[in-house]
């Protein structure tokens, strides 16, 4: 199998380095617990699929190294990423906002759910 995180060392609930960040986000499109997924491009973009439902929008690390992201047309929130990971290997992402969290895991390989241009 690809993994293409399998150069970081990182244990269960450590918090994502900025620097990391767009790898983390980019590294496999996620399965949240709830059903829905996301798929995260390089250039930015992301889309969310939930009950089929696509809805595009972009990601970006803010100045202060947070992940954050914008949907049209006005809504934009950053959260706290931390990597999950089971039997040493990282498995996906938790993100958290306030009282708001979710888990993500990484369906591997590669991104399914390619963004498209």
Do not use: H
């Amino acid at each position: 199998m690809n993994d293409p995180l399998s150069d970081l060392t990182v244990i269960d609930s450590e918090e994502v380095r900025a620097s990391d960040i767009p790898r983390a986000l980019t590294a496999a499109s996620i399965l949240y617990e709830d059903g829905a997924t996301q798929a995260f491009a390089e250039n930015g973009k992301t889309v969310y699929v939930e009950n089929g439902r696509p809805t595009l929008g972009e990601w970006y690390v803010d100045a202060e190294g947070q992940f954050c992201s914008f949907w049209p047309p006005d809504y934009r929130a950053c959260y706290e990423l931390r990597w999950l990971v089971e039997d040493e290997r990282i498995t996906g992402l938790r993100f958290r906002r306030g009282s708001y969290s979710a888990v993500g895991r990484y369906q591997f390989p590669g991104p399914d759910n390619a963004v498209k241009e």
